[in-house]
């Protein structure tokens, strides 16, 4: 079973790419992020018709997370148990479509977008990591109950956990920049901690590995990227990993994605 998971930054801006890119890459199960439509505005046709069952969460323009399947998909959940919501300046909180699930082919699929802490001391910040902690104990929660579960967390999580996944840590550093602070990095290696594993890095090593360019400043061509989109296997599904690689080539030309696709092959 091969699976995928990729921040398509407007499904609608990029349907025709995401179709054909469905059709090259033979994904059984795709996670997408970033969809920012409704569920009423999401391009259902897309999936419907090159054979995927699809499901979406979108609450507005913004955010909204899919996942589309070939090999079933039951058990749909909108957003992980007591997940954190936001509201700025105060404002009273509301719910953002970050989280879906569906079972696929026997695997707990979770494309989860992960909020973007902006600045370290902006208020997103603390948003970000208290929507990590609570779900890195449901995690852990699942885990101890089935200790066989076959789980993947899938999707932009917003931190390059290594100091190899930016192109210039130093610079990072220097001005002070998210996705690399000590607190986002710890609440990431709690999840290694509770016995997920990264799937893709023993498969695409090294620095200069990313999956995410943005679009100002020639960052693609410049090789200017980070590696933020991860698959985080249970025990059991981490067991099943036969190889994956990141699919740059989805990365270039009109009308890309600023993120590129992810991908994971399961025995």
């Known amino acids: 079973m091969r699976i995928a998971t990729w921040n398509v ?25 970033e969809t ?32 589309a399947s ?17 509201g700025k300046g105060g404002k009273d909180p509301i719910q953002e479509a970050r989280a879906i699930a569906a079972t696929c082919g026997g695997v707990r699929i979770w494309s989860l977008y992960v909020p973007n802490g902006r600045a370290l001391e902006d208020e997103h910040m603390g948003y970000k990591l208290s929507w990590l902690r609570h ?30 996944d930016v192109w210039d840590i130093e610079l990072f550093r220097r ?5 690399v602070s000590t607190p986002e990095r710890e609440v990431f290696q709690t999840f290694l901690d509770s016995g997920f594993a990264d799937v893709v890095r023993p498969h695409t090593p090294g620095p200069g590995v990313y999956t995410y360019w943005d679009y100002t400043k020639l960052r693609f061509p410049k090789k200017e990227g980070m590696r933020i989109d991860f698959v985080l296997g249970s025990p059991a599904l981490s067991e099943r990993v036969s190889s994956a ?12 994605s600023d993120h590129a696709p992810v991908v994971v092959e399961l025995d």
Not at 136 to 163: F, K, R, S
Not at 175 to 179: A, E, V
Not at 245 to 256: N, P, S
Request: hydrophobic share 40%.
């Open 9 to 33: 930054n407007s499904m609608r801006a990029r349907a025709d790419r995401v179709e054909a890119w469905l059709d090259r890459s033979d994904v059984d199960v795709l996670a997408l992020q």
């Open 36 to 67: 920012k439509c409704k569920d009423e505005n999401f391009p259902w046709e897309v999936f419907e018709n090159n054979g995927y069952d699809v499901a979406h969460f979108g609450l507005s323009q913004w955010n909204g997370v899919a996942i």
């Open 70 to 86: 070939r090999v079933g998909l039951t058990d749909v959940e909108r957003t992980f148990p007591d997940q954190p919501s936001f």
């Open 135 to 164: 779900l890195q104990v449901h995690a852990q929660t699942w885990l101890a109950e089935d200790p066989q579960a076959q789980i993947a967390l899938m999707g932009d999580w917003n931190i390059a956990p290594q100091d190899e």
């Open 175 to 179: 001005q002070g920049l998210t996705h």
């Open 245 to 256: 690689f990141i699919d740059r080539e989805e990365r270039k030309g009109k009308g890309a």
